[in-house]
């Protein structure tokens, strides 16, 4: 099988999340990404918090079982470069001109220390695309703050929205915005290929993982921009439905639930037998039902726990 990115070359010092996934999906739309790591700083995913590597019981090869690191490299080759000994740059700038794209995490000055700046890299391969990810880009005051998805979530405002009603903010727990801005930093390099293949030129994407996040919360920003009103935290309350919660089960589970339409409210009502639930005129509409949420989460709680 082949891909719309097949015949395009990826040269990747990412690690970890963020840019391991986004060019993990440019590896799954056909592109050959060679990953480039360092024998003396391995990538931190390889083991760790992320799973030790202790699956393989001969002992061969555990830096290659961990989880973790294995989910976001599929579909890639790799090589050990020590970058900053003469051999390995003249060896990693060997590669250079048989790339379409030289993707990195680093904080902004790391390639520029390796003399690896985006006119160095257009001079060894004319039309190539240079993609940076940072926690803050390579400009303005925070360039040179290092950052994770657990410290993106409160800088971009997503903690602010996350938590239960009347509660203190809270990160989600899952280092989301790294996966987040992955995903924007494989669009912006499906972007500029799409650029060079109707142009011939190649370009610099500089992007920071608190503004792709921050586009997350565009709408609550537009919400206090356009009314002074900062959006309460909801725990798994939705703005629009109801109902749309967790509950208790009997077993010590936890059941979800959201309805969309009156269709499936009616399906809900039917499922749990209850023919009172449906006649009820607190929860006639859905308008009624978000009024009257309190009392219908009471209601399913009820039926959940039996």
């Not at 003396?40 to 699956?55: A, E, I, K, L, Q």
């Not at 992955?182 to 610099?204: D, L, M, P």
Request: aromatic share 8%; net charge negative; glycine share 10%.
């Amino acid at each position: 099988m082949t891909g719309p990115l097949e015949g395009v070359r990826v040269i990747t010092f990412t690690q970890a999340w963020a840019g391991t996934s986004a060019t993990e999906l440019l590896a799954f739309l056909g592109a050959d990404v060679i990953q480039i790591e360092s024998l003396t700083h391995p990538d931190t995913w390889r083991g760790g918090f992320n799973g030790p590597m202790t699956r393989d019981p001969e002992g061969k090869r555990r830096w290659n079982m961990a989880p973790s690191y294995n989910s976001v490299n599929l579909n890639k080759r790799a090589i050990t470069l020590d970058i900053v000994s003469p051999e390995g740059l003249a060896l990693f700038e060997r590669l250079v001109p048989m790339a379409d794209v030289i993707a990195d995490n680093f904080t902004p000055d790391v390639m520029r220390k390796w003399g690896l700046t985006y006119e160095r890299l257009q001079e060894l391969r004319p039309g190539i695309i240079v993609a940076s990810l940072s926690a803050y880009g390579a400009s303005g005051p925070l360039r040179n703050v290092r950052g994770i998805g657990g410290t993106m979530e409160p800088m971009s405002g997503l903690t602010s929205l996350l938590g239960y009603e009347g509660g203190r903010p809270m990160n989600s727990g899952s280092m989301i915005p790294d996966a987040i801005a992955g995903a924007w930093f494989a669009a912006a390099i499906v972007t500029a290929i799409r650029h060079r293949e109707r142009t011939g030129e190649g370009q610099y994407i500089d992007l920071g993982m608190m503004e792709s996040n921050a586009m997350m919360t565009g709408d609550a920003v537009l919400e206090y921009t356009a009314n002074g009103r900062v959006r309460p935290r909801m725990g798994n309350h939705h703005p629009r439905l109801a109902p749309h919660n967790i509950y208790a089960t009997a077993d010590g589970s936890w059941l979800a639930i959201g309805v969309e339409d009156e269709q499936q409210w009616a399906a809900l009502c039917e499922a749990i037998g209850d023919g009172a639930l449906a006649a009820d005129a607190r929860f006639a509409s859905m308008a009624d039902r978000k009024a009257n949420e309190a009392d219908l989460d009471e209601c399913l709680a009820e039926w959940a726990a039996g």
